[in-house]
């Protein structure tokens, strides 16, 4: 029983106003946390160089294409590092794949065909790029899906000389 009126007799003498202030409590301000220093997995020096290399191998892709008539047999296996290629057409007609590939390089996109057999039937499979990293052939392909002269769904593949 003195429990109990222990517990119950600061409720019933007190006001109000006095068990609200009683039961308001502050939080303490947050810590300050200072945010861990992250290195970069890959410097900008090796970006470069990369960028570079796709850029060199970009431009032997369009002269070799402009002094050739196949240019992925004009491309040397050393010229362009592995990566990704956007597909934007396969063609049955040369002719068809030729002017894509024209108009594409008259807009100033790096492309090129790739003759196909495929149980008899011959493609002409019409590609932009060759790009190092999927995320730029995704750009480019975003950017060829929103040209309105071009208006071409692609799919990105992995890039093969």
Do not use: C
């Not at 050393?78 to 390089?105: E, F, H, I």
């Amino acid at each position: 029983m003195l429990v109990l009126a222990a517990l119950v007799t600061p409720v019933i003498f007190r006001s109000p106003e006095q068990i609200r202030v009683a039961l308001d409590m502050e939080l303490p301000p947050p810590p300050a946390i200072e945010p861990l220093p992250l290195a970069p997995v890959v410097t900008e020096e090796e970006i470069e160089q990369a960028s570079e290399q796709i850029d060199d191998a970009q431009q032997q892709v369009v002269e070799a294409a402009e002094k050739r008539e196949d240019p992925a047999e004009a491309v040397p296996d050393s010229a362009t590092p592995s990566g990704w290629t956007l597909q934007v057409a396969a063609l049955s007609s040369r002719d068809a794949a030729d002017a894509l590939v024209q108009k594409l390089r008259d807009a100033d996109y790096a492309a090129y065909h790739r003759q196909v057999t495929n149980g008899g039937d011959t493609l002409y499979r019409v590609f932009v790029g060759p790009e190092l990293e999927r995320a730029r052939s995704e750009q480019v392909r975003e950017q060829l899906s929103r040209d309105l002269r071009f208006k071409l769904e692609g799919l990105v593949v992995p890039y093969a000389l």
